[in-house]
């Protein structure tokens, strides 16, 4: 567990240099991260290096982001995509590979000043085997390749229109009929037939 003021900057910065590590010693490093923004110096510094230690970074960031993607010798692994769509969303997940572990975290925290000194946030592991895989191969994926509402951040600091190839992914649409599948499987399948009477049965 991972806790602001005290451990979240360090714990996430300990995660991201352990990528980075297993990349120099012959492994496969891979960060994915989903946050409103970024704009913690020290870990912006820490992706850097990650990128040019070879470590594959994808980044999902809604709002502000102050690292550059895509600089020559700097950042050419990390891309950084912000889906805005009908939905304010509001999620924060951490994903690490960790030579195979696959580490991943829901968290209430941006990597942002504020978040990691002068408030109280929290950034829990997920060890479900079963939902750390849904929460990867799902959500993570599939808000990476949306195609309809996601712009990419360019290393000038603008951004541009995802072009849309091949088949339309719109990540918001399809979780609100991932979520409206689950309701008709589970709640609805479980009413008796006919419905609830409101006369409590007179």
Known sequence: LLVAPTSLHDGFMRLVRQEIENQRRGGRGHIIAKMNALVDHDIISTLYEASTAGVKVELLVRGICCLRPGVKGLSENIRVVSVVDRFLEHSRVYYFRANGARKLYLSSA????????????????????????????????????????????????????????????????????????RYRNTVLAARPAGGVSRGGGR
Request: no cysteine; net charge positive; glycine share 2%.
């Open 110 to 181: 941006d990597w942002m000043p504020r978040n990691f000194y002068s408030r109280y946030e929290l950034a829990f592991p997920v060890r479900d085997p079963i939902l750390k895989k849904y929460i990867r191969e799902v959500v993570l994926a599939t808000s990476l390749a949306d195609n309809v509402r996601a712009w990419a951040l360019k290393s000038d600091g603008t951004y541009e229109r995802v072009a849309t190839s091949g088949k339309e992914v719109r990540s918001q649409f399809l979780f609100e009929e991932l979520a409206m599948s």
